[in-house]
C-alpha cells in the first residue's frame, strides 16, 4: 500500500524548533524526491523544500537558513528540521513524492501524506 506518513508537528513557541519526519511505503523511496509543503488556514499550498533523489536540496526563501531537509534512504524518510520558527510558519505540513527530480508544480507531485499541524505561538 503506497502511503506517506507525516509526524512530529505541534504548538511551539516564537523561535522554537520541530522536526517534522516523513516515513514512505509502497513504492520505491530511493528514486523519488520528496517536497515539503505547507497550507495555512485561507491560503494556497505552497512549497516548503524538496530533496532530490540525488540529494540535491531546495528551499523556498521564506525558510532559507531556518529550515534543513535531509533524507535517509535505509529509514524511507525525509526529515524537515525548523529552526527558528515564526507566526507565519503555522500551518498544515505535508510530504509529497515526485519521481526523481523536484518539480515546482504542485499538482505534479504524485503521492502525499495527511499532513501534520505546526502551530506557532506569539
Known amino acids: 500500500q503506497l502511503q506517506l506518513v507525516e509526524s512530529g508537528g505541534g504548538l511551539v513557541q516564537l523561535g522554537g524548533s520541530l522536526r517534522l519526519s516523513c516515513v514512505a511505503s509502497?513504492?520505491?523511496?530511493?528514486?523519488?524526491?520528496i517536497g515539503w509543503f505547507r497550507q495555512a488556514p485561507g491560503k494556497e499550498r505552497e512549497g516548503v523544500s524538496c530533496?532530490?533523489?540525488?540529494?540535491?536540496?531546495y528551499y523556498a526563501d521564506s525558510v532559507k537558513g531556518r529550515f534543513t531537509a535531509s533524507r535517509d534512504n535505509a529509514k524511507n524518510t525525509v526529515y524537515l528540521q525548523m529552526h527558528s520558527l515564526k507566526p507565519e510558519d503555522t500551518a498544515v505540513y505535508y510530504c509529497?513524492?515526485?519521481?526523481?527530480?523536484?518539480?515546482?508544480?504542485?499538482?505534479?507531485?504524485?503521492?502525499w501524506g495527511q499532513g501534520t499541524q505546526v502551530t506557532v505561538s506569539s
Open positions: 509529497a513524492a515526485h519521481l526523481v527530480q523536484c518539480v515546482s508544480s504542485i499538482p505534479e507531485y504524485d503521492y
Open positions: 509502497g513504492f520505491t523511496f530511493d528514486n523519488h524526491a
Open positions: 530533496i532530490s533523489a540525488t540529494g540535491s536540496v
